[in-house]
């Protein structure tokens, strides 16, 4: 996902339709938390001008990360869809972009701005939908307990303070 200015100066009127799959799984150098990452599908297209080149890109694939709870793998849908402009030099117009890059040197390389869009869309925590196992619901100390036990549950000091209120309610 590499081009010179020059090919893509050529594509301008043809237009550059991408759709592509590719590994990247640099990812997991760039996060350590990702612990795999899918082939992901790059879809989109480049449009051309004097002054900029834009890529409308349509990204898909998967993420394997661990639970926040239970560090069990979950794997991560995404599904982003991003405009990302190149400014070949310094233009008034870049800084109304909402997302803009300014091109160094002659090559294009898309790759990093497409790692970065699958990065920024990594949540903070995830949790799994399986339920926790046995082991790791109870440990030296502590135990996970649910709203419903713990609602079920008196403190056996007010027990008698528990009793003393079903007197009342009869």
């Given at each position: ?21 590719i ?5 997991r ?11 992901v599908?790059v879809d ?5 001008s ?6 409308h ?20 849908p ?16 870049m ?10 040197g ?20 995830i ?6 196992s ?13 709203e ?17 209120f ?5």
């Open positions: 996902m590499k081009w010179s200015v020059h090919q893509l100066q050529k594509l301008q009127h043809k237009g550059l339709n991408l759709d592509e799959v590994d990247l799984s640099s990812l150098e760039r996060n350590h938390e990702i612990r795999a990452v899918s082939p599908h989109g297209r480049m449009d051309y004097a002054a900029k080149i834009t890529f890109l349509h990204l898909t694939g998967t993420l394997i990360l661990p639970c926040s709870r239970t560090l069990a793998d979950v794997e991560f995404f599904d982003i869809r991003t405009i990302e402009t190149f400014y070949r030099s310094p233009d008034e117009d800084y109304d972009a909402e997302e803009y890059h300014l091109l160094e002659d090559v294009l390389d898309l790759l990093p701005v497409i790692e970065d869009n699958i990065l920024t869309e990594i949540p903070i925590q949790f799994s939908d399986e339920p926790v046995e082991e790791m619901s109870h440990g030296q100390g502590w135990e996970v307990v649910a419903t036990e713990e609602q079920e549950k008196v403190d056996p000091r007010l027990a008698d303070l528990a009793k003393f079903d007197k009342d309610k009869q």
